[in-house]
């Protein structure tokens, strides 16, 4: 494998390295940065490198330190609550009627700004907001005056992919088909446990995405094993959706599949109607173009096949949409189903 290989979609111009023979299987997510990677062949030579390099002070797991960052990536990331009004309202678009007095679980709830907290409050009889990151959902729920505070309930510190604790073992030997299958179904069912649930309805905020990112600055690993990383984790959420929802209740799965950062085109379409955007959209994924992860299709219909949607209403995919985070442009859908 070519060390350029190492990486997903960035191109560095400097590596260290352990100097051992063998393929590189770990980075160092201390110093990495866009020009820089310290890659090492294994999770215990990277430890070597990290106690020479970097102040002790730095926890040595690696999930410990994947959840400092997301903590530290939110308290610094800008004021985004007026750039976020249309992508707030789409989200809010997704709520149906009749969840009066019913109980909502928001996933990947962080900073809210995606949320309209007060009209929610006015809805649901609580409230739950689910992330890694406990401090930005108190800073989200402490600006709300106190009826609302009342409505929300925050659980925060909680992985929802599950699969954070495995970052270090799995990133010396990924697991066979057969134990990564095994280890999705207890991660989605340990997640949905520490829910507590099932609730009216579930909806998860863009942090499908997200879930990968630890692993892409934690790993140095070949394609297959991204593939697989990926659909894993999409497994985990679509299980933890299926499992935290309660009977006849509502799921909205928002997930962003593709960044102007990788695909600048996504800049010119910015002022587009939704069925335009649609149409360049589908032009661009004929084969060998433009990919989408995951494939909004393909979800669909492993959400359709998987018997834990409702045949009537049968599930529901949205047409895509732009949500501007002021740093790129991201496309976004929406899956929707009723819980069988
Ligand atoms: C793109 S943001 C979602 C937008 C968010 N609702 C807002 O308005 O700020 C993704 C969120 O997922 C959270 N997150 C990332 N990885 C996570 C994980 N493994 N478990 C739980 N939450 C995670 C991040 O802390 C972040 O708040
Ligand atoms: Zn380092
Ligand atoms: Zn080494």
Redesign the pocket.
């Known amino acids: 494998m070519e060390l350029s290989q190492a990486f997903r979609s960035e191109e560095r111009v400097a590596f260290g390295s352990c100097g051992h023979a063998g393929p590189p299987r770990r980075v160092c997510d201390i110093c990495k940065t866009m020009q820089y990677a310290h890659v090492a062949c294994s999770s215990e030579c990277l430890r070597a490198h990290q106690r020479t390099a970097h102040e002790a002070s730095w926890p040595a797991d690696t999930a410990t330190r994947a959840g400092s960052a ?1 903590q530290l990536r ?1 308290r610094r990331s800008k004021d985004v609550w007026e750039l976020f009004a249309s992508h707030r309202e789409r989200l809010m678009s997704l709520i149906p009627p009749g969840t009066e007095g019913g109980t909502l679980c928001v996933l ?8 309209d907290l007060a009209r929610l409050a006015r809805q649901f009889a609580r409230v739950h907001l689910v ?3 406990g401090e ?1 959902m108190e800073r989200a729920r402490d600006r709300q005056p106190a009826a609302v505070r009342e409505v929300i309930e925050l659980h925060p510190g ?4 599950g699969l ?1 604790e495995r970052l270090d073992a799995w990133g010396d030997e990924f697991p066979d088909d057969a134990a990564l299958h095994e280890a999705v179904s207890r991660a989605a069912h340990r997640v949905a446990g520490a829910l507590g649930g099932p609730f009216n309805m579930t909806l998860s ?3 499908l995405s ?2 990968i990112v630890p692993f892409q600055n934690a790993w140095a690993a070949p394609a297959s094993t991204w593939c697989k990383l990926s659909a894993a984790l999409t497994a985990v959420h679509a299980g933890v959706l299926a499992r935290a929802t309660a009977a006849g209740g509502a799921t909205s799965l928002v997930f962003d599949v593709l960044s102007s950062e990788d695909a600048p085109w996504l800049l010119e379409l910015k002022k587009q109607t939704a069925e335009q955007l649609q149409v360049a959209v589908d032009s661009r994924l004929r084969p060998g173009k433009e990919v989408l992860e995951p494939d909004p299709s393909a979800l669909l219909a492993h959400i359709r096949d998987s018997g834990i949607a409702t045949q009537s209403p049968a599930p529901h995919l949205t047409r895509p949409w732009l949500w501007d985070t002021g740093t790129a442009l991201h496309l976004v859908y929406a899956l929707s189903f009723r819980r069988s």
């Open positions: 997301q939110n990947g709830a962080g900073k809210c700004d995606d949320l992330d890694l990151d930005a909680l992985d929802l992919s954070l905020t863009c942090v997200q879930l």
